[in-house]
């Protein structure tokens, strides 16, 4: 106690400044509006960065009770979009556009009978000539390639599916643009045959297939599968298996794609041939 | 001791009068605001107790500053000057010390000693004070600028006051 008293005599005019000035100071940031918010805004600065790591740590931790509401949300969603789609009529409209040079035509569509165990698989669909779907139309799903429409009546259409022994596509390499002819063998669902693939192009296991354009029904660079092996032929081709990037075993919703311009590039065609 | 009390109050109300009526309404472009009741500290006595000037320096301070709207600012200031005098005094003290009862004068001291003390309490408070105005470092020397336009100012007054005393 005496050495505190002596301490506060022998610094008596430092504390009284002290006193004095932080009245001063006090008075300055809290009556006058300016020295306020700049007061504020730099303690808020200040916090911010802490505040910002705490809350990131805490958002980590409810990361799971996020997952939940925003799955229930989906479903509700779904269900929603569900009631409302079987309400609206369906909706492939074939438009004959030249403003904006639309090439294709996408529409959305329902399996609703497929077969993957047979040796000429098919795929039902449920839109048909009413929907403006028609023949040599081009089936894929979110994943690549699913099939070519062959046959459409008022309300369904029938699609061929790449698992199908007749099935033909033009189909490439991404990387390097050597294109041949996709088609199954029959044997593995998973799996199909690219050939006329050149020999001496290079080849890597695991490089993309995508189709072409030449067929005009598939739009450029949709996928198909990725090569899993292959081997040189007798010939002057390759062999190569390609693991296709759908699976055929769970269809459920497919694009419908519309070529607006396949009359036209056939006719053309037909004039050489 | 009450006419020396008295003496003070007067020459106290006649600054700040001064200070509030006059030095308030220079604006000159913004880079010239003269302070010149910081005077008051500069007049009071050598041997004044520094508890007891910088209570007064506060209430200096205050007055200014209920008067234009700026609580804290002026007293802040000039909390500052009363309280760095002390040192000042010590620091540039003539080779004879200090005559005790009256204030630190021209007349005593000299023209060149009182510029000297003049004009360093009054950079002091001058720099405290507008950089307490804008608060932020931005504009750093542009402020500056006013710092030492205003106090040069400020000090050529005080002089001019100090010199009219002595002729009293």
């Known amino acids: 106690m005496r050495n505190l008293l002596n301490f506060l005599a022998r610094h008596h005019n430092l504390i009284i400044f002290i006193i004095l000035e932080g009245l001063a100071l006090f008075l300055l940031t809290t009556r006058n509006d300016y020295h306020n918010t700049r007061v504020v805004k730099g303690l808020r600065g200040l916090t911010t960065g802490i505040d910002e790591s705490i809350f990131n740590a805490r958002s980590y931790l409810a990361l799971r009770k996020e997952n939940r509401l925003l799955i229930d949300e989906n479903i509700a969603l779904k269900n929603t979009m569900n009631r409302l789609n079987a309400r609206e009529p369906r909706s492939y409209y074939p438009v004959i556009d030249s403003t904006y040079n639309q090439y294709f035509n996408f529409t959305g569509a329902e399996v609703i009978n497929n077969s993957v165990n047979r040796q000429k698989n098919f795929i039902t669909l449920n839109m048909g000539k009413k929907d403006g779907v028609d023949v040599d139309m081009a089936v894929t799903t979110i994943d690549g390639v699913a099939g070519i429409i062959v046959g459409s009546s008022d309300n369904f259409s029938v699609a061929m599916s790449v698992l199908n022994l007749d099935f033909r596509v033009s189909a490439r390499i991404r990387s390097n643009g050597y294109f041949g002819s996709l088609s199954w063998d029959g044997r593995n669902t998973g799996e199909a045959i690219l050939s006329e693939i050149p020999q001496h192009a290079p080849v890597i296991q695991g490089d993309t297939i995508e189709t072409t354009a030449y067929s005009a029904i598939f739009p450029e660079g949709i996928l198909i599968g990725t090569i899993s092996n292959f081997e040189r032929s007798g010939s002057d081709f390759y062999n190569i298996r390609v693991s296709l990037a759908t699976d055929f075993r769970k269809l459920t919703h497919v694009n419908i794609i519309g070529n607006l311009r396949r009359e036209e590039q056939l006719q053309l065609e037909n004039q050489f041939q | ?168």
Do not use: C
Not at chain 2, 30 to 57: D, F, H, Q, S, T
Not at chain 2, 60 to 67: A, L
Not at chain 2, 72 to 98: E, K, N, Q
């Open chain 2, 1 to 168: 001791m009450i006419n020396t009390l008295i003496r003070y109050g007067i020459i106290f109300f006649l600054l700040i009068l001064l200070q509030l009526l006059v030095m308030n309404n220079i604006q000159f472009s913004g880079y010239v605001n003269p302070y010149i009741y910081v005077m008051i500290i500069l007049l009071m006595p050598v041997e004044i107790a520094a508890w007891l000037l910088l209570i007064i320096a506060f209430l200096t301070g205050i007055s200014v500053d209920i008067f234009s709207g700026s609580p804290g600012m002026h007293a802040s200031a000039t909390v500052l000057a009363a309280f760095v005098r002390p040192f000042v005094l010590r620091i540039i003290s003539p080779r004879d010390g200090y005559e005790s009862g009256q204030g630190p004068s021209m007349v005593t001291y000299g023209f060149k000693w009182y510029l000297l003390y003049a004009g360093i309490i009054v950079v002091i408070h001058h720099t405290a004070l507008f950089y307490l105005e804008v608060f932020r470092f931005t504009d750093f020397f542009r402020t500056m600028m006013r710092v030492l336009l205003s106090s040069l100012f400020s000090v050529t007054f005080i002089l001019f006051a100090e010199y009219y005393r002595k002729g009293r």
